[in-house]
T-cell receptor, first 113, second 115 residues
């Protein structure tokens, strides 16, 4: 089946540190890949996406590159801020059934001032 | 402003009672979804609807029911048959099929607690 595996949290960082959250996937076809972010007490928001191999998604200083050879979509940010404290979810969808997103378990990130 | 409105934000229920969670969107999206979020388990799909008067079961539909009588509305009923209903419920919508379907817009969620 289709699934997403994220690195376990929680992750605690100091401001201006480098953040990486690992995400790998298993899929029977050619998925689109997504990162969603959930701030405390809120629903999820789309952070970035990539729809084919070697695509790089970017937004708000975050980046992730679709690596087909390693089935990965790791999220990175060079210098985090306290406002980046949130839960981050990796997700995939398949063209054959785009209505269904498969989510990872989520990684909680806390940034200290 | 366009968006998704879920209500109530917090809900308490006694065992054996049915409860309905409301979800309304004014984004003119065709597709709507209900997800359940439990700590450490990510999001699991309960039901989704691609178009008015049509819906499909997701991965954990047992003990839940939905309707889609209007494009804007997709209420979820948590029935007494749901064995472990205490959770955070998220409603979402998207433009529809194709590559755009993965871009979901979420409401702020409803937290259901069974006493």
């Amino acid at each position: 089946g289709n699934s997403v595996t994220q690195m376990e949290g929680p992750v605690t960082l100091s401001e201006e540190a480098f953040l990486t959250i690992n995400c790998t996937y298993t899929a029977t076809g050619y998925p689109s890949l997504f990162w969603y972010v959930q701030y405390p007490g809120e629903g999820l928001q789309l952070l970035l996406k990539a729809t084919k191999a070697d695509d790089k998604g970017s937004n708000k200083g975050f980046e992730a590159t679709y690596r087909k050879e390693t089935t990965s979509f790791h999220l990175e940010k060079g210098s985090v801020q306290v406002s980046d404290s949130a839960v981050y979810f990796c997700a995939l969808s398949l063209l054959s059934n785009d209505y269904k997103l498969s989510f990872g378990a989520g990684t909680t990130v806390t940034v200290r001032a | 402003d366009g968006g998704i409105t879920q209500s109530p934000k917090y809900l308490f229920r006694k065992e054996g009672q049915n409860v309905t969670l409301s979800c309304e969107q004014n984004l003119n999206h065709d597709a709507m979804y209900w997800y359940r979020q439990d700590p450490g388990q990510g999001l699991r799909l309960i039901y989704y609807s691609q178009i008015v008067n049509d819906f499909q079961k997701g991965d954990i539909a047992e003990g839940y029911s939905v309707s889609r009588e209007k494009k804007e509305s997709f209420p979820l009923t948590v029935t007494s048959a749901q064995k472990n209903p205490t959770a955070f419920y998220l409603c979402a919508s998207s433009k529809g099929g194709g590559r755009g379907a993965g871009e979901l817009f979420f409401g702020e969620g409803s937290r259901l607690t069974v006493l």
